[in-house]
């Protein structure tokens, strides 16, 4: 069983960066691919971005690309989601969750392929 603590949300002006960070504890985190989905209200839950087990692969969702970053370190057993250039349709709630893949190389998008999910923090942006 793993559990995934999110911090790193909060209120900031539009064109402006927040870093959020998923820790991760329980389990192997090597051999989960890891991403980052958001809810904004009235929403579905959609990816924002992902990772594979090792970090090699990465992917993002059309919106957010060249402005969101996803790493990961799995020394530290953390993902971390650099997002720069904010606007005020990124305001949701923010999640990280765990896929327990087979596969080294592939991240997934859909939100019924993960298996583990932190509790999110909210991110804000006002215009």
């Known amino acids: 069983q793993v559990q995934l603590l999110e911090s790193g949300g909060g209120l900031v002006q539009a064109g402006g960066s927040l870093r959020l960070s998923c820790a991760a504890s329980?389990?192997?985190?090597?051999?989960?691919?890891m991403g980052w989905f958001r809810q904004a209200p009235g929403k579905e839950r959609e990816f924002v971005a992902g990772t594979s087990r090792s970090g090699g692969i990465t992917s993002y969702v059309d919106s957010v690309k060249g402005r969101f970053t996803i790493s990961r370190d799995n020394v530290k057993n953390t993902v971390y989601l650099q997002m720069n250039s904010l606007k005020p349709e990124d305001t949701a709630v923010y999640y990280c969750?765990?896929?327990?893949?087979?596969?080294?190389?592939?991240?997934?998008?859909?939100?019924?392929?993960?298996?583990?999910w932190g509790q999110g923090t909210q991110v804000t942006v006002s215009s």
């Open positions: 969750a765990a896929d327990r893949t087979p596969y080294a190389i592939v991240v997934r998008t859909s939100p019924l392929q993960y298996d583990y």
């Open positions: 329980g389990g192997t985190f090597s051999s989960y691919a």
